[in-house]
Every structure is written in C-alpha cells, then in structure tokens.
C-alpha cells in the first residue's frame, strides 16, 4: 500500500467538512444506525456551530495530535 504524501492546505473547518462527506459516504454505503447517530451531532446549525460542540472540540483535540505526530510516519 502505497502511503499518498500530497500536502493539501485546508482550514480545520474545511478539514471536518470533508470527515462529515466521508461519513455520509459511509453511511450512503452500510446504513450503519451509528454512522447516522454520529452524523447528526457533527452536522452545523444554521449558526454555524456544530450541533454536538463537544464533537468540535474532540475534533480539534484530534487535529492537534495528527498535527504533533508529523513526520513520524503513518497512524
């Protein structure tokens, strides 16, 4: 397996778009109650805030440690 080393510059915000699209991909394919459950809360309000603010939170908690581990390698 090839591992992709393109360098995309995209916003956090931009970042957890394309995790939603993903996921709604997924769930398009399994039907997966979970996958749907899990969607609902990262979905934004009107406002622009995510409907779970705490996803927000767990998802930029989650960005800084693949930001930490740069250049160590996969995973």
Do not use: H
Request: hydrophobic share 45%; charged share 25%.
């Amino acid at each position: 397996m090839e591992v992709m080393n393109d360098q995309v510059i995209l916003s956090k915000k931009d970042a957890y778009r394309a995790m939603i699209l993903f996921l709604e991909q997924e769930f398009r394919a399994t039907k997966s109650e979970d996958i749907a459950a899990l969607l609902s809360s990262l979905q934004f309000l009107p406002d622009g805030i995510p409907a779970d603010p705490a996803a927000w939170e767990d998802w930029e908690d989650c960005v800084g440690r693949v930001l930490g581990s740069a250049g160590t390698g996969p995973g």
